[in-house]
């Protein structure tokens, strides 16, 4: 979905902005006011900046998982996508309460719009799911369900590869195909959103040639 994809950018964006801040925070700048509770208002110590450097991989590792969840990049296994949103998004949520409550009136007022900010944008990511994606290619029935063939063997009637992801709410009916026996094929351009190894069928189906 639309939504899902400028959610995630914005949400990228602002992690972006964070990464700086704490790269910066890592390498000596003078902003300990606005992070880790304000204890330390000038340069961090030693152990701080470390912390601000590991918090770094970790703001790395969430934007990948929005991205994955947006459908903006496939990086990992949908069922980990789906709970690791909804983990970050519990993460995010006490982020907000902890700037909240900070002692640093610096980080209150600068870091807790940006921790709610970043938990709006999370559940929105969430719950729009993946983004709708445009797919071309060969689509094989051979009495096991449509799939949209990753690898085309070379054979009469074709055969797809073992990997190939399962197109769901297509309709033979609805469109020109070839027929040998059971086994029904034929090359097509439509639009879906993709769960994991499923294409869910989302707009019309044309042939691509």
């Known amino acids: 979905m639309l939504a899902s994809v400028i959610a995630a950018i914005a949400f990228v964006t602002l992690i972006g902005l964070l990464v ?3 790269l910066s ?3 000596g700048a003078p902003w300990g006011r606005f992070a880790w509770g304000g204890q330390h208002p000038g340069v961090l110590p030693l152990g701080c900046r470390i912390a601000s450097g590991v918090s770094i991989l970790i703001y790395g590792f969430i934007a990948l998982l ?3 969840r947006a459908g903006v990049a496939d ?3 949908s069922a980990f996508s789906q709970v690791g949103i909804w983990v970050v998004f519990g993460y995010l949520t006490l982020g907000v309460v902890m700037n909240a409550i900070s002692r640093s009136k610096q980080e209150r007022y ?3 719009p940006v921790a709610l900010a970043l938990a709006i944008l999370t559940l929105l990511i969430a719950l729009s799911g993946p983004a709708e994606e445009s797919f ?3 689509v094989l029935d051979d009495g096991d369900g449509p799939v949209l063939c990753t690898t085309i063997m070379e054979s009469y009637p074709p055969q797809c ?3 190939s992801p399962a197109v769901t709410g297509w309709d033979w009916a609805a469109v020109e195909h070839e ?3 059971t086994i029904r094929w034929g090359e097509y351009r439509f639009r879906g959103e993709r769960e994991g190894n499923t294409i869910s069928i989302s707009g019309s189906t044309s042939p691509l040639h």
């Open 75 to 77: 990086v990992f296994p």
């Open 20 to 22: 700086l801040f704490q």
């Open 179 to 181: 027929q040998s026996q």
């Open 161 to 163: 590869g073992a990997d």
């Open 110 to 112: 600068a870091m807790t």
């Open 66 to 68: 929005a991205l994955d």
């Open 25 to 27: 925070l890592a390498f």
């Open 136 to 138: 071309a290619g060969m």
